[in-house]
């Protein structure tokens, strides 16, 4: 990776409260979400602009940030800012209704579309990785990973259990950046868990912020509690200090099956990621320096061994999904040619909800109060009183869940949904219950903004997993229906050359102006959700179109 001098690079906090430096709200919310980004309570990396995932940021460089910021202090209310891979480059006159901002981020013509590429450009200063929400500005911290992990897991519970992980048990491995999250997402559905991790350093994190309950002394003994917890219908999260590339056979030779089984290692990097079996008197770090080609050998042979176990729990009962980093691809590259025989989370969990448009919805208190947060869920649980996941999510965040820079929240909604919150947030700040206005955005990992063939869009109905026309209609429809700020981005999640997808931010500032736009980007934004998923053939999609009042010519509906 590029190296940058970052000896000068400043400590960033947005502003906050209900006085404004620059010429409209929307302007002012931008620059306030592009510093919250890179918040160091925020940013994984500030100094480099790096805010997660990898290497995502949030602006080129630090004379690029600079000139943003200074940028939209004085943009015009009807003025336009285009952003190229985190550079400003342009000013340009448009109209009221139009979103302040546009940006483009990471996107290289297909055939192009490579790492090497996009290195290239890269460090010769002409590109950034924008991730998803690193250079869409709408980054929220871990709270945003915690829910869609408590979604995935819930939806495991209601499709297998009942509607709930009493009384399972899941293991899965890996407890970093997005893995963490996985003990407390499971015991917040209700299960009990053991997550094996290969760094013990990773496990004393996750204690210490209380994303993991307790640590076994080996794995026969965290097995023994698994089984004591289940047993009392207790939820309740299990450290295992290992590598899963041998616990999880071992779990084969014991003859003891899992109700779930998955993993967040970080496969996706064969090289950096995925740590492969090592003696005791072995160091991975130098066999990686000294023999990167026997290290790299020896990693595919642990995720073929991994792969290899987790279809035989699978056999044997254990419900099996791939969490999004692709494990199941290296184990087949490694010759595990039924590698595919278990399923990605999002057919195996999420599609449904996307049928209904349903998918992160996060919203950002521009006031820095804390109490906006929590007059925001208490409305939310009047407004949605029969939504039974919203009411126990909002109920729990409330006080469990500390916040990371500007205060806020997340959780899910559908199609006709977040634009009713949406205008009851606007309204709270018309009438003076909320102390400033409300930044309201999403993930790009959404019901119709993404295109990303091994992992939101696997296994489509009709086949189309790889069609971007998709996302790219998401960011016109985001654009025309009067966003706060829209951006179109590749690569994010899963890499160069597998995936495309759309960001939309839409602001609650109390106006009338603000009720109009909130209503049209609310609406047609989730809308996309829906009516992709109804072209694709999926029923329940149709039903919604249908029952919603869509309009959607090819179909008859
Ligand atoms: P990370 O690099 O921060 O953490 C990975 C962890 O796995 C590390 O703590 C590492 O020590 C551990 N590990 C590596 N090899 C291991 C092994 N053989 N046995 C046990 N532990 C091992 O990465 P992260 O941010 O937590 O993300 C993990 C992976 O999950 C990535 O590939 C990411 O792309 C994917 N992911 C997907 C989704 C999604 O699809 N929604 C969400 C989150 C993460």
Redesign the pocket.
């Known amino acids: 990776p590029p190296v940058f001098d970052n000896s000068s690079a400043p400590v960033i906090r947005a502003p906050r409260g209900p006085q404004r430096t620059a010429k409209g709200w929307i302007q002012e919310a931008a620059k306030r979400m592009l510093m919250n980004n890179l918040d160091p309570e925020v940013a994984e990396h500030p100094q480099e602009l790096v805010v997660?995932?990898?290497r995502g940021k949030a602006a080129r460089n630090w004379a690029a940030f600079h000139k943003i910021v200074e940028t939209l202090d004085r943009l015009d209310n009807d003025e336009t800012l285009l952003i190229q891979s985190g550079k400003p480059v342009a000013v340009l006159r448009t109209h009221e209704f139009a979103p302040r901002v546009i940006l483009a981020n990471s996107n290289l013509v297909p055939n192009w579309a490579t790492w090497e590429e996009f290195d290239r450009l890269d460090q010769a200063g002409l590109m950034m990785y924008g991730q998803m929400t690193a250079g869409s500005w709408i980054y929220i911290g871990t709270q945003g990973?915690l829910q869609?992990?408590y979604e995935?897991f819930a939806g495991a519970a209601d499709k297998h259990f009942g509607g709930s992980l009493k009384g399972t048990v899941t293991v899965t491995?890996?407890?970093?950046?997005?893995?963490?999250?996985q003990p407390l997402a499971v015991k917040l559905a209700g299960g009990v868990s053991i997550t094996?991790?290969?760094?013990p350093t990773?496990i004393q994190k996750r204690l210490e912020t209380r994303y993991l309950d307790e640590v076994a002394e080996n794995l026969e003994d965290a097995i023994g509690r698994a089984e004591k917890y289940k047993a009392a219908g207790e939820a309740r999260s299990i450290g295992l200090l290992?590598?899963?590339?041998?616990?999880i056979p071992q779990l084969v030779e014991l003859n003891w099956t899992p109700d779930l089984i998955t993993?967040?290692?970080?496969?996706?990097?064969p090289m950096?990621?995925?740590?492969?079996?090592t003696t005791p008197d072995e160091d991975a770090a130098v066999l990686r320096k000294d023999q990167p080609e026997v290290y790299q050998k020896r990693?595919y042979d642990?995720?073929a061994a991994?792969v290899r176990a987790i279809l035989e729990l699978q056999k044997r009962g254990a419900v099996a999904f791939d969490?999004?980093?692709?494990?199941r691809q290296r184990a087949r590259e490694a010759g595990v040619e039924n590698a595919f025989d278990y399923p990605?989370?999002?057919p195996a969990f999420i599609r449904d909800s996307f049928c209904e448009g349903r998918g992160p919805f996060r919203w950002v208190a521009l006031s820095g109060d804390p109490e906006d947060i929590y007059a925001t869920d208490r409305a939310l649980l009047e407004l949605f009183p029969d939504d039974a996941r919203l009411q126990s999510w909002l109920t729990y965040a409330a006080d469990q869940i500390a916040f990371q820079g500007l205060p806020a929240r997340i959780c899910w909604l559908g199609y006709r949904e977040r634009d009713r919150a949406a205008r009851l947030f606007n309204e709270m700040v018309a009438d003076g219950r909320l102390k400033a206005p409300i930044v309201i955005g999403r993930d790009h990992?959404d019901a119709g903004s993404v295109a990303s063939p091994y992992?939101?869009t696997e296994a489509m109905l009709d086949g189309s997993d790889a069609v971007s026309d998709w996302p790219l209609l998401n960011f016109g429809v985001g654009i025309a229906s009067g966003a706060a700020w829209m951006s179109f981005h590749h690569g994010g999640?899963?890499g160069m050359g597998f995936s495309q997808h759309s960001g939309l931010v839409a602001l609650a500032d109390g106006t009338p102006e603000a009720a109009e736009r909130l209503s049209r980007c609310l609406t047609n934004d989730p809308a996309m959700g829906v009516l992709r998923h109804a072209d694709a053939g999926y029923e329940r999609a149709q039903d919604v179109a249908r029952e919603r009042g869509l309009d959607l010519p090819s179909l008859g509906i």
């Open positions: 997660y995932g990898g990973i869609g992990t995935t491995a890996g407890l970093g950046g997005m893995g963490g999250a094996v991790e290969v760094d990773r290992g590598n899963a590339a041998e616990i993993d967040q290692t970080s496969a996706h990097d950096w990621g995925y740590l492969p079996v990693a642990a995720m991994h969490y999004g980093n692709n494990l990605g989370f999002v990992l992992r939101e999640g899963v």
